[in-house]
């Protein structure tokens, strides 16, 4: 395997993890599960992504934090209760394709062990690509390499790092939600839009951008590809019963997540790309 000069890998606890360091930004992948950890861009030294403390680095475990990669399906299985919520590729071992230095930017496209597993028929090619400069852009790519038509869900289940869930607001949605937490119940999107209890609402909206204020911590979400926009916070009781988040973690982090959860459908020979930029 081939990286470039501003690509390294190291070891942390059970798992590699791809160190990209160039002008503009720092940022930390983890091999296992193609996992974006961290993004840092220089021009402002700040984290932009939030990782559990309590995340199970141990190759085995989904981890907390940073940008989950949910695939062939997102949440639930739709048919099958024993399988794990949001698919497999994110406890596999993904490994590095190519790596190239540009301009204003490293890019680095990873592919997963396999795209193969129980639960979903359909033979793809997956791979996520990195664009790591003043900005992240994130692209997950599905191609159909069969011969029938292959449909799934999918989200880049993104945590970002925010200072205080209770001073933090999110612009740039409108119109109704789902809300999980009330058997899917249509609501309308608040004015502003903040937050003072657990949050888990599907928009079935695609807005051409987001942009998340706390504090000192302002972060420009851009997505294509979606049909939802996915917001999530366990707030304190269930973070107190997840093994794998501090009780108080609900505090400093929001997920917005860029998915499609009414279904892709992708014709043979054809490919969709689902994309999230942070800045």
């Known amino acids: 395997m ?3 000069k501003t690509a390294s890998l190291l070891p942390q606890d059970d798992i590699k993890m791809l160190i990209i360091d160039n002008d503009y930004a720092h940022a930390t992948i983890s091999l296992f599960g193609g996992h974006v950890l961290s993004f840092i861009p220089k021009h402002d030294n ?44 994110r406890t596999q071992n993904w490994h590095v394709v190519d790596c190239a230095d540009e301009p ?20 793809t090619q997956l791979s996520l690509v990195l664009f790591i400069g003043r900005e992240l852009r994130i692209q997950l790519v599905t191609e159909n390499t069969g011969s029938e038509p292959l449909s799934y869900t999918c989200a880049l289940h993104t945590y970002f790092n925010i200072d205080d869930i209770n001073q933090c607001e999110l612009t740039g ?28 609402r599907v928009h079935l909206v695609t807005p051409e951008s987001l942009t998340i204020v706390s504090g000192n911590i302002k972060t420009s979400i851009q997505s294509v590809g979606h049909d939802s926009i996915v917001v999530w916070n366990p707030w304190a009781d269930k973070s107190k019963s997840m093994q794998d988040m501090e009780d108080l973690g609900y505090k400093t982090m929001l997920c917005v997540e860029t998915a499609v959860t009414q279904g892709q459908q992708v014709l043979p020979g054809q490919s969709h790309t689902l994309e999230q930029v942070i800045r």
Not at 53 to 71: F, N, T, V
Not at 79 to 86: D, I, K, R, T
Request: proline residues 6%.
């Open 2 to 4: 081939h990286l470039c």
């Open 46 to 89: 700040v984290q932009r992504l939030w990782l559990s403390k309590e995340a199970m680095l141990d190759g085995q475990h989904p981890i907390r934090g940073g940008i989950p990669i949910c695939w062939p399906w997102f949440g639930a299985h739709a048919s099958e209760s024993g399988l794990a919520s949001h698919g497999y590729v």
């Open 173 to 200: 949605l409108d119109g109704d939600y789902l809300d999980k937490l009330q058997d899917y119940q249509r609501i309308s999107t608040p004015t502003p839009y903040t937050f003072n209890e657990e949050t888990d």
């Open 104 to 123: 204003e930017q490293t890019v680095v496209r990873l592919k997963p062990s396999t795209t193969q597993g129980e639960g979903f028929e359909g033979e």
